[in-house]
């Protein structure tokens, strides 16, 4: 693991992000007036139900983290891809895991950058958030390892399946948003689905996030089972992108994405 | 130690219903310092053995190994790749590209390296331009000094002149040459026989995935063609004792031999100035590697 081949890649990523203004709308602006949209709701819901209006407006930020966390990695991923620069990446000797280890940095610490103006602006709608700031970023914490986990088996996918695959980045989340339990508690599913739903890697933090919204406390083992699940999905993950890298570099994928 | 050594190389491609053979049992070693071309039709296999080496795809069975070594990290150090549509970021200028590469590659000082490769490149005004925005010979330039970046001792070139103005390649050719006068060994694959004929030391060629031929150019030419036909007018007619010792054909002054490679060109030559004739007109035509193509592929059908 060379640490100079990470770092270039992140410095040649931050060059782009400075270039392409608007993929900094992307990752600012959307996530930002989403958030806002549900603070002037939970603002709104105080004449009724503030608890209800909050809980919209936490579940939504981690919810953003999220997404962004894991679409910016993938991202930084595409625009390899779309410009074909992965090949010189690969014959200049780095490694899939420098590449994948840089490109998750940099989704990491764009998200992480972003939650920072997210979590004032939500405090300022009235979310308690600097009141719980270890769960806060415990919370985060996790939701971040499950994003990355994700990343990374969409990237395998990605690379494993060509470039035509590349919608995988933007939708592959949803499909975790119905069972992840975001604004109800799993108790409300069909018993056919709750375990589903106990094995999802974002449910036990938007758990967190409406007791943050409410005020009630997050039992300790909670977090930790949380931690548990996440962390799972990031070990696994690592081994299947792996996987699907030399899938690709043995069905010829690898050398037709790359060129 | 040979910088490339492709070593009973297979590889098949498949899917459902379909299976496509692109590499049959492909053996040869690249040797230092020298320009090696790789020829075939499209589709022979070419680019499969050029993303083999580069650890871009796995073969099936056998290795590629560069300088002794399966592909790995240290190796690629000095090695580098160029195509002929090779692409980087449009949004990077070409300062930026080229500042990548060098924090890859790890280059010492590299703001002095990026000014050589500027100025052997002559891309002087290109430098604060978006890669979008250059056209395909200026594209090709940067791509070049990628290559170039990492003062390579090996570099794998993958139809380099592909659509290019014939006056941009005549400039990647003499570059080509100026390398492998350096000592950079040079894997070439190219469409345009002329250029290897100019450029190659020796050649190997691929057809439907198996290497049919490899040596060097003018043997493996002669290994198919074995003759120069050779036309000669002479200023009176040769005596029959002289027709027939050399085996030629044709009336009067003007006389027709096909004669089994240079030795036999020099004896006619010889004997025709030992019998006293002068040559009025002389027309040797060589089989060219174009000759060589059609031939081999025509042969292999």
């Not at chain 1, 600012?28 to 004449?47: D, E, H, N, R």
């Not at chain 1, 719980?132 to 499950?146: D, E, F, K, R, T």
């Not at chain 2, 053995?49 to 240290?74: H, P, Q």
């Not at chain 2, 290109?126 to 940067?142: A, I, N, P, Q």
Request: net charge positive; hydrophobic share 50%.
């Amino acid at each position: 693991m060379k640490l100079h081949h990470i770092t270039s890649i992140m410095k040649n990523d931050l060059r782009v992000l400075k270039k392409v203004k608007l993929r900094m709308l992307e990752i600012t602006y959307f996530p930002l007036t989403t958030l806002v949209m549900w603070g002037l709701f939970a603002l709104q819901s105080k004449q009724y139900a503030f608890q209800a209006g909050l809980i919209v407006l936490v579940v939504n930020l981690f919810w953003s983290f999220t997404q962004l966390a894991q679409q910016e990695a993938n991202m930084f991923m595409m625009e390899d891809l779309w410009t074909l620069n992965i090949r010189h990446y690969f014959i200049a000797g780095i490694t899939e895991f420098e590449y994948i280890i840089a490109k998750l940095t940099m989704s990491t610490l764009v998200a992480t950058m972003v939650a920072v103006v997210l979590v004032t602006v939500a405090q300022w709608f009235g979310a308690p958030l600097f009141q719980n700031l270890p769960h806060v970023i415990g919370l985060a914490g996790i939701a971040l390892l499950g994003s990355l986990a994700l990343a990374l088996f969409i990237a395998g996918s990605v690379l494993m399946l060509g470039r035509e695959y590349a919608f995988l980045c933007w939708s592959s989340l949803s499909l975790f948003i119905f069972l992840s339990a975001p604004f109800y508690s799993p108790s409300i599913l069909p018993a056919a689905v709750r375990w589903i739903t106990e094995i999802m890697p974002f449910t036990y933090v938007f758990e967190g996030a409406r007791a943050i919204a409410t005020s009630t406390a997050i039992p300790q083992g909670m977090l930790l089972h949380a931690a548990l699940i996440a962390g799972a999905y990031f070990v696994l993950a690592w081994p299947y992108y792996w996987w699907a890298f030399n899938r690709a570099r043995k069905s010829g994928m690898l050398a037709r994405i790359a060129s | 130690m040979h910088p490339i050594v492709v070593k009973n190389v297979s590889k098949t491609f498949s899917g459902r219903g379909w299976k496509v053979e692109a590499l049959k049992d492909v053996s040869f070693e690249v040797r230092k310092g020298e320009i090696f071309g790789l020829l075939g039709p499209n589709g022979a296999g070419k680019t499969t053995v050029i993303n083999i080496i580069l650890n871009l795809l796995t073969a099936d069975s056998g290795e590629a190994l560069l300088f002794g070594e399966k592909a790995n990290s240290d190796v690629f150090k000095s090695i580098n790749a160029i195509s002929g549509n090779s692409q980087f970021h449009w949004a990077l200028n070409i300062t930026e590209i080229l500042q990548f590469f060098a924090d890859v590659y790890e280059v010492p000082n590299p703001k002095k390296r990026i000014a050589e490769l500027v100025k052997l490149l002559r891309m002087e005004k290109l430098m604060d331009r978006k890669f979008r925005w250059l056209s395909t010979g200026e594209k090709l330039r940067v791509a070049f000094a990628k290559a170039l970046i990492n003062h390579p001792k090996l570099l794998l070139m993958d139809e380099p002149t592909l659509g290019l103005d014939p006056d941009i390649a005549q400039h990647v050719r003499k570059e080509v040459m100026r390398l492998r006068d350096q000592g950079v060994t040079i894997l070439l694959t190219s469409h345009y026989m002329h250029e290897v004929e100019q450029l190659c030391d020796r050649i190997a060629f691929i057809y439907q995935g198996k290497i049919v031929d490899v040596g060097d150019v003018k043997e493996v030419k002669l290994r198919h063609f074995g003759t120069y036909d050779v036309t000669l007018t002479l200023d009176k007619q040769p005596s029959k004792a002289f027709v027939a010792k050399h085996k030629l054909t044709g009336k009067g002054m003007k006389v027709h031999a096909t004669l089994e490679g240079e030795d036999a060109l020099s004896a006619l030559l010889a004997g025709v100035h030992e019998e006293g004739y002068n040559i009025r007109d002389i027309a040797v035509k060589k089989p060219t590697l174009e000759d060589y193509f059609i031939k081999v592929t025509g042969d292999q059908r």
